[in-house]
Nanobody, 126 residues
Framework: QVQLVESGGGLVQAGGSLRLSCAAS????????MGWFRQAPGKDREFVAG????????YYADSVKGRFTISRDNAKNTVYLQMNSLKPEDTAVYYC???????????????????WGQGTQVTVSS
């Protein structure tokens, strides 16, 4: 398995931006499809964005489409989530996850992801 560590979370006002990073170690990240998920208090973990192994294909939840951008730098073994126009409803713990079984059709399914980071808190104030 690959080990993942997220960073970049914090407190921001509504309308602001944050960039999350997910650094991988232990395995070459280019062999994994990647996803970002989030979990708000009292709610289930939900899919936010996914990216193919090469970075050529990206996918987003409807709630973040047009505001968030997922990207990856395989040379740096890092995946990013650029979050713009943040809203209070974006407040959650954000997790990155890796899957060797990733395909576009299953990108949002939590069960395909074998490796998870510890999460980073994002809080958006109104």
């Amino acid at each position: 398995q690959v080990q993942l560590v997220e960073s970049g979370g914090g407190l921001v006002q509504a309308g602001g931006s944050l960039r999350l990073s997910c650094a991988a170690s232990g395995r070459t990240l280019s062999t994994y499809g990647m996803g970002w998920f989030r979990q708000a208090p009292g709610k289930d973990r939900e899919f936010v964005a996914g990216i193919s192994r090469s970075g050529g294909s990206t996918y987003y939840a409807d709630s973040v489409k047009g505001r968030f951008t997922i990207s990856r730098d395989n040379a740096k073994n890092t995946v990013y989530l650029q979050m713009n126009s943040l809203k209070p409803e974006d407040t959650a713990v954000y997790y990155c996850a890796a899957s060797p079984r990733w395909t576009p059709s299953v990108r949002s399914k939590i069960q395909i992801y074998d490796s998870w980071g510890q999460g980073t808190q994002v809080t958006v104030s109104s």
